[in-house]
């Protein structure tokens, strides 16, 4: 049983990466459609093998349950899987990602004003985001209570650092001829600011707002596992895998990677509409 | 937070300093109105006058509120058991207890616990860069890697670890195997990702000019790799390893969660938390933070060097 | 090679006998939760050698937030288990066939810790009120008990709202919650140290309010107990935890201590878990590890009466045995 199982698996293994391969190395792996169908390809072919492996070894449902027994748990629990997304993802991590960037946003530009400051709040910042979650989620809850606003705060304080430490990095990054050229305009701090020094930071704002974008996701539904309502996909998760039923857990982690691949795509859209002129973005 | 905050040495430390305390400032005054419920809560029943006098009739007002009206408590909320803020003294003290008090090898000593977490840390590192770079070579020598796994890493890293952690736990545990190695694995998921991004951008930063003169060298593509490819990475390659070895750090943490809370940072933050110590869950938090800042600081000292031995950096 | 062939032979022979040797006497018991007092029996028993006299060699391995002892179970990760007869017996609707060997705890230590001043006297005043719940695993007896007294746990006016409580006794003193759940050996012990007064409080006893359901148990697989081998050493592994436990009764102080020196981070008290044992022991008195099949029926029965959300559906079969504490016992 054991030796089918694996070998069914790597044959599954073998057609896929076959089938991507001549994909990849065809006159059409430019296109749009080739370009969506390799990964997908890629993802099926680990499912097909996730669940050969699943049933043929006979592995039992509440330690690793089949994509199958997944999808179908997902379809039946849709209303409950849209109620904790809007309270992880919409209260909890939309808010504290908004908050943290406005509030990294102010700090850059107190920083740039200032190189005393700039070289004191680096590192200082650098510090706050290596405090861990498992320490940072149960002060917070016990600070704010279990409701979605200390799940702001723990997103807040984990996606501060990364936006600032890229925007401090963005405004640096203007050449002395085009500062020159804004100064023969007779444009003072603020002007120069809006028209030259922001728009050609965005490149690296944006990175920072990608980057964020997971940790906002991870921050959110950690800080759940120490205190909650009885709604949120950390809850979720946690109940679940206590009450064994791990197809409700995967159906949740489905919902997370859903979301957060939905997020960073739409930051990166949002990226490519506002820094249409960067080299990176040729196609 | 490279040279520029770092390299300048005397010259960083004064605005630091200036930034440090002023959060240290801030931090102290918050502490009164943080702690004013539970110190008014306390006078009372050590029957000290507290305005007003009922509980109830508290939770109308805001901790500032509460600390207005009752200034003769404030010395009280700085030497609190279980207080919602502690003061920086109090957690001072803890720490010194714990990391210098003790002795290294007992486990009340926080430098035993340090080396817990730390032990996972650096292995998951190690496990987390080695599989990054493996990843990175093959997506940029080969196009079905390319165009297929990019996005699923990027997926990977939105599911939440703390839900995959136990699976994997039991996984590894029903064959055999136990202790450091899941640790290790749960702290490389969260590493291998940040080796992959960086190391993709380098081994694909040098130039068409650069590749043109390698190509009239008649160079094959394996010397290209080790010739240019790599060492041009290398910048990208550092830039990458202190991203992940922060979150090596994080995972290791929060891989001692399923796996019993035994000993380590993670363990200690829990422990401290659950059986109302929190002056030990301030600690430990606070010294897993400069552990990750010190082995930052580290591969900054590393990522000079090395650079300036390659001849790509100025000294 | 003639040699080679034989020294691999006897290589492979006592290799087999070291095989069949651990078989027969390891045992790697997964506990509820952290290293603490509520396991004393065990940690008794390895200390005092009550598992060497046995001829066992037992690993104790600690749970914590994020493990299901069931899990690690069904991983092969461990020979037996602690849990809750809630939550096994849902394990076992989940399709995984644990089956209860031994019940050291007699009685249940669950009980909602409430503000005096928040009003509440009885079970109906906590409509309109918010309570702290655990889950995983503990939230099958409130919800079976507020199904019963016919009050939702949807948040609405005449129901209860449920807080998901940390692992910290927090939202009372911050009084984001009316009531939380407290074990008598444990949380109610810290909401005291955090200077609340008694008088200040009103409590809840599961055990009081007859919707007690059976917590500490010893479980085991089905699978594993067709083979003989097995149950013998689980024979001897009740018998000596069973010894390990009337020990700790009767010398609380220094059953504190043998956990003390067993926890691995160093940073539980000595006065918490001495007053934890304390209040064990009375947890613990009354049984010799063998399940009554009154107190079975009684935790089914208020499981049963769950009402429109019941944890079990049906009445469970060959939940138990009373095989190995038979034997153990005599």
């Known amino acids: 049983m054991t030796g089918t199982a694996i070998i069914s698996a790597l044959a599954v293994w073998g057609a896929g990466w076959f089938v991507n391969a001549r994909l990849a190395n065809s006159a059409a792996a430019q296109s749009r459609l080739v370009k969506l169908l390799v990964p997908a390809i890629f993802g099926l072919t680990l499912l097909i093998m996730w669940e050969l492996l699943v049933r043929l070894l006979e592995v039992s449902p509440i330690i690793l349950p089949p994509p199958t027994m997944i999808a179908s748990r997902f379809s039946s629990e849709l209303p409950t899987l849209w109620a904790d997304f809007e309270q992880t993802i919409i209260k909890g991590a939309m808010t504290g990602y908004i908050v943290g960037m406005i509030a990294a946003f102010a700090v850059a530009i107190l920083a740039d004003r200032s190189e005393f400051l700039t070289k004191g709040i680096l590192p200082v910042g650098g510090f706050m985001a290596a405090l861990p979650i498992v320490g940072t989620a149960p002060i917070f809850v016990r600070w704010l209570g279990s409701d979605w606003q200390s799940k702001a705060a723990v997103v807040a304080v984990m996606v501060f650092f990364p936006i600032l430490v890229n925007t401090v990095a963005g405004l640096r990054d203007t050449t002395a001829m085009q500062r020159d050229l804004m100064r023969t305009y ?74 957060g691949s939905a997020f960073y795509g739409l930051m990166a859209w949002i990226e490519g509409r506002v820094t249409f002129w960067h080299p990176s973005q040729r196609k | 937070m490279d040279e520029e905050s770092r390299g300048g040495g005397v010259k960083s430390l004064l605005p630091v300093l200036t930034v440090v305390g002023a959060i240290l400032l801030f931090w102290v005054v918050s502490v009164v109105p943080m702690n004013m419920h539970l110190t008014a809560d306390l006078a009372q029943r050590q029957d000290i006058a507290v305005t007003p006098d009922t509980p109830a009739a508290r939770q109308d007002y805001s901790g500032i509120g509460l600390a207005l009206r009752n200034t003769h408590l404030f010395g009280m909320t700085y030497t609190l058991d279980r207080p919602r803020l502690p003061s920086p003294h109090q957690v001072a003290v803890e720490m010194w207890d714990t990391i210098v008090m003790k002795n290294v090898t007992s486990r009340r000593s926080l430098v035993y616990h340090g080396w817990v977490t730390l032990s996972a840390t650096l292995l998951g590192f190690a496990i987390g860069t080695g599989l990054g770079i493996l990843l990175a070579v093959g997506i940029v020598y080969n196009r079905a890697m390319d165009m297929s796994v990019m996005p699923w890493a990027i997926a990977s890293q939105t599911i939440p670890i703390l839900a995959l952690a136990p699976m994997i736990i039991v996984m590894l545990g029903s064959i055999g195997i136990q202790g450091l190695f899941p640790k290790a694995v749960i702290s490389a998921y969260l590493s291998f990702f940040p080796v992959v991004v960086g190391m993709v951008k380098g081994l694909r930063s040098p130039d068409a000019m650069q590749l043109d003169l390698l190509r009239t060298y008649y160079a094959s593509s394996a010397q290209g790799f080790w010739k240019l490819r790599l060492p041009a990475s290398v910048p990208y390659l550092f830039a990458s390893l202190k991203i992940g070895i922060s979150a090596s750090l994080v995972g290791a943490i929060v891989a001692e969660l399923p796996t019993g809370a035994r000993a380590g940072f993670g363990a200690r933050m829990l422990v401290g938390d659950q059986y109302g110590q929190p002056m030990v869950t301030w600690a430990a938090l606070f010294a897993a933070a400069l552990t990750a800042a010190t082995l930052v600081g580290f591969f900054s000292v590393m990522e000079r060097w090395t650079l300036r031995r390659m001849g790509m950096q100025a000294t | 090679m003639k040699k080679l062939m034989m020294a691999a032979a006897f290589a492979a022979g006592f290799g087999g006998m070291a095989h069949a040797d651990a078989h027969a006497n390891d045992v790697t018991l997964q506990l509820q939760w952290v290293t603490q007092s509520q396991f004393a029996g065990y940690y008794v ?56 060997i031994a019940q050291p705890f007699k009685t249940s230590g669950l009980m909602l810790t409430c503000w005096k001043d928040t009003g509440i006297e009885n079970v109906e005043d906590f409509r309109g009120k918010t309570i702290g719940v655990w889950f995983f695993g503990n939230e099958y007896p409130f919800l079976s008990w507020m199904s019963q007294a016919g009050i939702p746990t949807d948040g609405s006016d005449d129901g209860v709202t449920v ?153 469970p079969e060959g939940a138990w045995t009373s095989v190995i504490t038979d034997a153990a016992l005599n």
């Open chain 1, 186 to 259: 007779g444009a003072g701090y603020w002007p120069t600011l809006f028209k030259l020094r922001l728009p050609a930071a965005m490149p690296f704002i944006f990175n920072g707002l990608k980057i964020a974008t997971t940790l906002a996701l991870i921050g959110a539904i950690v800080a759940e596992f120490f205190g909650s309502p009885t709604v949120g996909m950390g809850f979720r998760i946690s109940t679940s895998v206590g009450q064994l039923a791990l197809d409700m857990v995967w159906a949740e982690i489905v919902v997370a990677a859903l979301a």
């Open chain 3, 163 to 315: 807080l998901k409580q940390g692992f910290n006794v927090d939202p009372l003193l911050n009084r984001e919650a009316d009531c939380i759940s407290t074990m008598t050996y444990n949380e109610y012990g810290q909401v005291l140290d955090a200077g609340v007064s008694e008088d200040e409080l009103v409590t809840f006893k599961y055990e009081d309010q007859g919707v007690a359901t059976l917590e500490d148990g010893i479980y085991a697989l089905e699978e594993n107990l067709e083979d003989p081998v097995f149950v013998d050493k689980m024979v001897r592994f009740v018998r000596a935890s069973m010894k390990g436990w009337k020990w700790a009764e009767e010398n609380p102080v220094e059953a504190a201590g043998i956990v003390l020196d067993n926890d691995e981070t160093g940073a539980q008290g000595e006065a918490a878990q001495i007053r934890m044992m304390g209040e064990i022991a009375k947890l613990t008195a009354g049984s010799n590890g063998s399940l009554d099949p009154a107190d079975f029926q009684r935790t089914v029965d208020t499981l049963l009466a769950g009402g429109s959300d019941p944890v079990i559906s049906a009445q």
């Open chain 3, 45 to 100: 028993a390895l200390d005092q050698g009550f598992y060497e006299e046995e001829g066992l060699n037992v690993t104790i391995l600690s749970g914590g937030p994020d493990i299901a002892p069931p899990q690690v179970l069904a991983g092969g990760g461990a020979d037996v288990m602690l849990n809750w007869m809630p939550s096994a017996l849902a394990a076992r609707e989940k399709g995984l066939p644990v089956v209860n």
